[in-house]
């Protein structure tokens, strides 16, 4: 049974960094993207970025890109989502999400979820 558990939402300033993490379990994740989902009150869910478990591909989205990183670590089965620059606009529901495609955007191709974990971007 595949579970994802994300850690280390917050409370932060305009201008600051923040790093989720995601810890994956249930399955080898090979042919996964491990992907970074967003959802702010009142609005739909928002592709953040994702990477491909085994090759280390990722893609972001044009909102977060030159500010936000991702990486995974295939022995831990973690996957981080490295946030700087933060802006309130950043302020949503983060989920960490796995789903066997290559580096798709859309989150209906995507199987398995975490509960989220709230990053607040706010002076």
């Known amino acids: 049974q595949v579970q994802l558990v994300e850690s280390g939402g917050g409370l932060v300033q305009p201008g600051d960094s923040l790093r989720l993490s995601c810890a994956a379990s249930g399955a080898t994740f090979s042919g996964y993207t491990m992907a970074w989902f967003r959802q702010a009150p009142g609005k739909e869910s928002e592709f953040v970025g994702g990477i491909r478990f085994i090759e280390g591909t990722s893609g972001f989205s044009d909102s977060v890109k030159g500010r936000f990183t991702i990486s995974r670590d295939k022995t831990k089965f973690t996957v981080n989502l490295q946030m700087n620059k933060l802006k309130p606009e950043d302020t949503a529901v983060y989920y960490c999400?796995?789903?066997?495609?290559?580096?798709?955007?859309?989150?209906?191709?995507?199987?398995?979820w975490g509960q989220g974990t709230q990053v607040t971007v706010s002076s």
């Open positions: 999400a796995a789903g066997q495609n290559w580096l798709n955007r859309d989150s209906m191709r995507f199987e398995y």
